[in-house]
C-alpha cells in the first residue's frame, strides 16, 4: 500500500498551522514524530511519498530531521518501508542531497514533471541500472546484464544492492520501481 504524506500538513498539525517552512531541528522533529505517528496508525503501509510542494523553505537541519533521520529509523526487521519524495524545488533537493550523502542514504525523487532522479550517495553503477530499471518498469538481472553488457553476477549484485537500499522492489528474481507497489 501506497501512502501520501503532505509534509506541510504535518507541520501545520506538529508546529504552527500557519507556517510554511521547514526550518530549525526541532521543527524537524516535531515533523519527523507526526510523520511516524502516521505510520504507526498504518502498518500496512509499504510506500511513503513525502509531498514538499506547499513547503516554501526547506533548511538543512530539518532536511536532516526530516528526511534523513527517517530512513536511519525506520528499518526495523519486521517491516521495510520505503521513501519517495515529492514536489522538491531544486533548492529542497539540493538540501536533501547533502545531507543524504552525509549518512551514506539514498532516496527517489519525483519531480513535478513526473521524471525520477535519485538523492543522495549511490555509486555510479546504481544510477545507471536503477535508471534502467525506472525506464522499463522492471529488469531480471540477466536482462539488465544482456542489455548494459555487464557481467550477470555484477547485474545481480547491483539490483540487490537497489533493493537493499530500498531504491527497488523485488518480487522474485524480478525488480521493480517503487511506484509498481
Known sequence: ???????????????????????????????????????????????VVLDFSAVRVLDCSCADEVVAQLLLRSVPADRATYFIVRGLDE?????????????????????????????????????????????????LPEELASELSWPLDEARRTLDELAGHRLLLRADALYLPLTAA
Open 1 to 47: 500500500m501506497i501512502a501520501e504524506i503532505d509534509v506541510r500538513a504535518v507541520l501545520s498539525r506538529s508546529v504552527c498551522e500557519f507556517h510554511n517552512d521547514l526550518v530549525t531541528r526541532s521543527t524537524g522533529r516535531a515533523v519527523r514524530s507526526g510523520i511516524e505517528a502516521h505510520l504507526q496508525e498504518h502498518p500496512d503501509v509499504k510506500v
Open 91 to 139: 533548492v529542497h533537493a539540493d538540501q536533501i542531497d547533502e545531507v543524504l550523502r552525509r549518512h551514506g542514504l539514498t532516496l527517489v525523487a519525483e519531480e513535478r514533471g513526473g521524471a525520477k532522479r535519485l538523492l543522495g550517495w549511490a555509486t555510479d553503477l546504481m544510477r545507471t541500472a536503477w535508471e534502467r530499471v525506472v525506464s522499463h518498469g522492471s529488469a
